[in-house]
């Protein structure tokens, strides 16, 4: 494969600093996808006043700091776009060729924290922490590593031109290289990380153009896994009351039920243009639990209202509108593939996320891309856009 | 990549990317009309259970009116109680939910740990008591009876009791003053219930769930202005319930006091003289029934004459309204309301009735003048009237030739009534009167003179007595012919016969109806405070009064203060000059009529006293005694049913109470100094703008201060009898009489009444 050489597609001579070529006229930031990253980045900026919102009076988890969320969150966010800088710079043909080296550390972490290691927090044990308040959730990173591993697996011999479409036996490969961190995860249990690494698998096949089989047989699968589990009681009983209260929360009135409950209120209060920021009372009163992570989008809903939680809707709707478009405009196989996983994965984690608030998702353990606190998932959709933004700048020219 | 098309993929990669896109795509338009829906669509909803949600209240009870006596004297107040409370949004916070600290304070009130946290757990289905219902953001009271030492401890060591508090509060006293009861004209007052909170929610005094409210009496007449205002602070509070900024406080406005025209003093007077007089009543024997009389409950009503205030008014059996203090208990309930009970919360002055008897005659006799008879004509009052082959006889078979009705009513000389009653119904046709109108003089009297409707005395629950008249035996057969007409026998037993003769002719007035009627037996009923109304009446000039109790609503500070004006209620059908011939001739029954026996000695030059006795008949039961009196300026009622005679049973009694009222001893005299109340109370008492009240000292027991310097009164004044005197009445006479006389009325009487 050609690798990084073809960073020199636009004329710059190859004596250039990175930097400069980034922003040179006529080259690379012509290139970049603007929606995509202004959108992100807006997303990012709400987050942080609906994270500030929901933290600035918790003062059990705040250190009696107002802003130590809001400044972390932005600390995050800068992280991430820093990442996504160093993934574009990269590109992500070299990442095709690491893809051995950063899987074994995926698989390494997400061991560690099987290992004392890791933390637990509601209920799935899917952290390390890092000392200093920090801590990681390696699940994040594994969703791009799988999304990488089986571009790279199925896109090997289309792009090669050796075939048309990826033959059963890659195809089984790719299944087998994304089930061992998928075992994993679920052993932690983070059942809402698998459920995305799940979709993510089905986006990856659908765009690779393996066989129908394939599509329907994994489908059928994860039905039947689905039965399979609540049949034989694999699943703790909080659990299956989490899938059961978000349609009728008379179910676990004290537990799912009052989230789901006290997360459509606050929603639903908040009318056509919100109570304003800060002002919510079921935010400042904190009757929603996990406000600043899995529930920030309650916030938006009470204090921004349908205006500025359609906003966010309508941003992430941009993000996954334009991934659409690289996904189908760039030339080779592997770009397309890696785009749609990412489509896949952004896709379902917000629908999940947003659809559990408003009562039409059973809830799970999942943050909104670029809005929810936390610095693991906000590195990896970073990451991510600048996978895309690298797919968008390095396909051929089509002149 | 050279061997890959210029479009890059085949189409069947295209056309799953394109289905992907779509999927995406429908995936946010599901979010976002859901989002539409739960904020456009069903926002308000939603925005309501969000402001229920983090707003709490929480409640300041307001301090309830005192009611006063006319001088001032506080008959119900409050008292404060040192209550210790328990908030439980604060015993929730600590780590073992306050168990601790519940444990400490049981030892503190020297209660078991286990009760303290048994009060202040709330109540659901699985609960049972004890356990609070109110709401779990007011503070729970553990005890209202901690003492200084213990409320100084909580207080003093407030750390060592986080969420502890140990108010003074006030709770409702019925003080009693002067051995004073007052029991059912006071009332009482119970929690308020579910249904009067809903009810009252939208009006201008809505309850809020602490509130006690008046079930009787005066409580309940006056309870909004009694009331006051509960303070209510609104406090917005997170999901763990602690508080998160203060939305709305309105101050507790506490309530009105009510003056009333009730002097504490005349009205311990007025219960001890009707206890008293039940007392002896009762070791009196009664020929008719062969047995002691029972004398099993009373009334006496102490009204000013002109102006309709009652001084004073006692009903027996009573109780002692402090039971209903902090919640009553399930056994002083039964005792009170119980079968078995003899229904001491009924206030007899205006819910006891009875047949009149001669207390009437002032009704039949003002239905004769105007009906036309000439005051001073020439009725005879012979031993007895035949009517149809039935003999009525007269009072022990005495006569008294011709007299006028002046003379008739001194003397309560029936065959003069029954000679008039039975005119009158001869002259409206009989037993089936003509088309015309009947003219009906002796009812349409009973109605102008108040009778048969309530007189709307400031109490609530007030009964309206009855006049039987035309329309009532209509309606009254109406009801019950179907019963009188299945059972009813030509020849059958007694009871049958009677069952008989009202399916035949129950609804139409009779010659012995109406002849009954006019002497005040039969169906008649009234109240006591229907006599007070009349008689006052008769005593001002011809002026009813509604009967008033409250006089003022003072506001807590003294400074508003809305009278309330005696009202007029209406005239008596009668003209001065016969006004001035009744009273002529209610004097001379106590110079020398039916009560004179019992008013010997009495000062009549310096305060004349006016009287009518009564003697009822009920059937079953022993005769219903009553004495109807008045002065330049009261108007004393009294009765007391199955005691016999009206002077017998009560001469002493209301004797008694004048006696009180103007300061007379039992030998005559009279000592302005002793007197209680010579002249009507005028002015109202001064409440002060820190809300005292300048109220004369009472005696521990007026009674007893009455009697220090006479020993073994009763006695005495019965012995100090003026030879000469109408001789007493046995009590027994005017039963003996009828039961021989008028067998065959006598017995359809027994049925209705």
């Avoid at chain 1, 009076?57 to 995050?76: A, C, K, S, V, W």
């Avoid at chain 1, 400042?284 to 500025?308: H, I, K, N, R, S």
């Avoid at chain 2, 009760?115 to 757990?121: A, F």
């Avoid at chain 2, 609530?460 to 209509?474: A, H, I, L």
Wanted: proline share 5%; aromatic share 8%; net charge positive.
């Amino acid at each position: 494969m050609t690798g990084a050489n073809n960073f020199s597609v636009s004329g710059y001579g190859p004596e250039r600093a990175g930097w400069t070529r980034l922003f040179a006229r006529d080259s690379l930031a012509r290139r970049l996808d603007w929606p995509i990253l202004l959108s992100a980045i807006a997303l990012s900026m709400i987050g942080s006043a609906l994270v500030y919102s929901a933290t600035r009076n918790r003062t059990e988890i705040n250190q009696g700091d107002p802003y130590y969320f809001l400044i972390r969150h932005l600390m995050n966010t800068g992280i991430g776009f820093a990442l996504m800088i160093g993934t574009i710079w990269l590109g992500h043909r070299t990442l095709r060729t690491a893809v051995p080296i950063l899987y074994g550390i995926s698989v390494f972490l997400i061991l560690l924290v099987l290992t004392p290691l890791g933390a637990t927090v509601n209920g799935a044990h899917a952290w390390i922490v890092l000392g200093g308040g920090f801590s990681l959730q390696p699940s994040e990173f594994v969703k791009i590593t799988i999304i990488l591993g089986m571009a790279m697996m199925l896109a090997a011999r289309v792009d090669a031109g050796d075939k048309q479409y990826p033959d059963h036996r890659t195809v089984l490969q790719s299944l087998g290289l994304a089930a061992v961190p998928i075992m994993i995860v679920l052993l932690m249990p983070d059942l809402g990380s698998v459920m995305v690494m799940v979709i993510i698998i089905l986006g990856v096949l659908l765009a690779s153009g393996a066989s129908n089989r394939w599509v329907f047989g994994l489908l059928g699968t994860g039905a039947l896994g689905a039965i399979a589990v609540w049949q034989l009681h694999i699943l703790d009983e909080y659990q299956i009351n989490r899938f059961a209260a978000f349609a009728n929360p008379d179910l676990d009135p004290a537990g799912v039920g009052y989230n789901t409950n006290q997360a459509r209120i606050a929603i639903g209060s908040g009318g056509l243009f919100g109570t304003g920021l800060g002002h919510g009372s079921q935010t400042t009163g904190q009757f929603v639990p996990e406000q600043q992570t899995d529930f920030v989008f309650t916030v938006a809903g009470e204090e921004l209202g349908f205006v500025g939680a359609g906003l966010i809707l309508l941003l992430l709707g941009v993000v996954l509108w334009r991934a659409c478009r690289i996904a189908r405009e760039t030339t080779e196989l592997y770009g397309t593939i890696v785009a749609a996983g990412i489509i896949a994965w952004f896709a379902f984690q917000s629908f999940e996320n947003i659809g559990m608030t408003l009562g039409i998702m059973p809830v799970a353990g999942l943050p909104l891309p670029f809005v929810s606190y936390g610095g693991s998932s906000m590195f990896a959709v970073w990451v991510a856009v600048g996978l895309l933004q690298s797919i968008r700048v390095q396909r051929p020219m089509s002149a | 990549m050279t061997n890959i098309p210029e479009t890059g993929r085949t189409p069947r990669v295209q056309i799953r990317l394109v289905v992907i896109q779509i999927l995406v795509l429908s995936l946010l338009g599901t979010l976002g009309g859901r989002l539409w829906y739960l904020q456009i669509r069903n926002g308000d909803e939603y925005a309501k259970e969000a402001s229920g949600n983090h707003v709490q209240q929480v409640v300041q009870p307001a301090v309830r009116g005192s009611i006063l006596d006319a001088r001032g004297v506080p008959i119900a107040d409050n008292e404060t109680r040192l209550v210790v409370s328990a908030s439980r949004t604060d015993l929730l916070k600590m780590k073992d939910d306050g168990k601790a600290v519940l444990t400490k304070l049981a030892g503190v009130l020297g209660m078991k740990p286990q009760d303290v946290m048994e009060k202040v757990r709330l109540c659901d289905a699985k609960t049972p008591q004890p356990c609070w219902n109110g709401s779990p953001y007011q503070p729970i009271p553990i005890t209202d009876e901690a003492t200084t030492q213990q409320a100084l401890q909580i207080r003093e060591r407030s750390e060592d009791f986080p969420g502890i508090t140990a108010e003074p509060e006030a709770v409702r006293r019925y003080a009693g003053p002067g051995k004073s009861n007052t029991a059912q004209v006071l009332g009482y007052l119970s929690p308020v219930t579910d249904d009067e909170i809903t009810k009252a929610k939208d009006s201008e005094s809505p309850y809020l769930r602490s509130d006690q409210v008046g079930r009787n009496g005066l409580e309940r007449e006056y309870d909004k202005e009694l009331r006051g205002k509960a303070g209510v602070t609104r406090y917005e509070v997170d999901n763990l319930g602690r508080v998160i900024g203060k939305a709305k406080a309105d101050a507790a406005e506490p309530g009105s006091n009510l003056v009333t025209s009730l002097d504490s003093r005349v009205q311990r007077v007025a219960e001890y003289e009707l206890n008293e007089a039940m007392k002896k009543a009762r070791q009196q024997y009664d020929k008719i029934t062969s047995e002691y009389y029972k004398a099993d409950s009373g009334a006496v009503v102490v009204m000013e004459a002109k102006t309709g205030r009652i001084v004073a008014m006692a009903s027996a059996p009573t109780y002692d309204p402090n039971v209903w203090v902090g919640g009553i208990s399930a056994k002083d309930y039964k005792a009170l309301t119980g079968k078995n009970s003899d229904y001491p919360l009924l206030n007899r002055a205006i819910q006891g009735q009875a047949a009149p008897g001669s207390t009437f005659k002032v009704v039949s006799t003002a239905a004769a003048v105007e009906a036309g008879y000439e005051w001073d004509g020439g009725y005879p009052c012979t031993s007895s009237y035949s009517v149809g082959g039935q003999v009525f006889k007269n009072f022990e078979g005495e006569s008294f030739g011709p007299i006028s009705l002046g003379r008739a009513l001194e003397v309560s000389c029936d065959t003069v009534f029954y000679g008039l009653a039975d005119r009158e119904w001869k002259k409206d046709g009989g037993i089936n009167p003509k088309k015309g109108e009947p003219k009906d003089y002796f009812f349409k009297a009973a109605h102008q003179f108040g009778l048969g409707k309530e007189t709307g005395v400031d109490l609530p629950n007030e009964v309206t007595g009855r006049v039987p008249d035309r329309q009532w035996k209509e309606n009254y057969w109406k009801a019950n012919k179907d019963a009188w007409c299945k059972t009813g026998k030509k020849n059958g037993s007694y009871v049958e016969k009677i069952a008989y003769e009202n399916c035949l002719e129950g609804n139409k007035m009779r010659e012995g109806d109406e002849i009954n009627y006019s002497i005040g037996q039969g169906d008649t009923l009234v109240t006591p405070i229907q006599e007070a109304v009349i008689y006052g009446a008769v005593a001002n000039g011809g002026t009813m009064y509604t009967p008033t109790i409250g006089k003022a609503v003072v506001s807590p500070d003294g400074k508003s203060v809305k009278e309330i004006k005696p009202k007029v209620k209406g005239k008596l059908p009668v003209s001065k000059s016969t006004i001035k011939g009744m009273d002529e001739a209610f004097a001379g029954v106590v110079t020398r009529g039916t009560a004179a026996w019992k008013f010997g000695g009495w000062p009549q030059n310096e305060i004349p006293l006016h009287a009518k006795t009564g003697t009822a008949e009920v059937y079953g039961k022993q005769t219903t005694s009553w004495l109807a009196t008045y002065s330049k300026d009261y108007t004393v009622i009294m009765t007391i049913a199955q005691a016999g005679t009206g002077s017998g049973a009560s001469g002493e009694a209301v004797r008694n109470i004048y006696s009180a009222l103007y300061g007379v001893a039992a030998d005559g005299s009279i000592d302005k100094s002793k007197a209680l109340l010579p002249t009507p109370q005028k002015g109202l008492p001064k409440i002060q703008k820190d809300g005292s009240i300048d109220a004369p000292a009472i005696s521990k027991d007026p009674v007893k201060d009455l009697r220090a310097g006479e020993t073994d009164d009763s006695g005495k004044t019965d012995q100090q009898l003026p030879a000469g005197t109408t001789p007493s009445p046995s009590g027994t006479n005017r039963d003996t009489r009828r039961r021989t006389a008028r067998p065959k009325k006598r017995r359809r009487m027994r049925i209705l009444t």
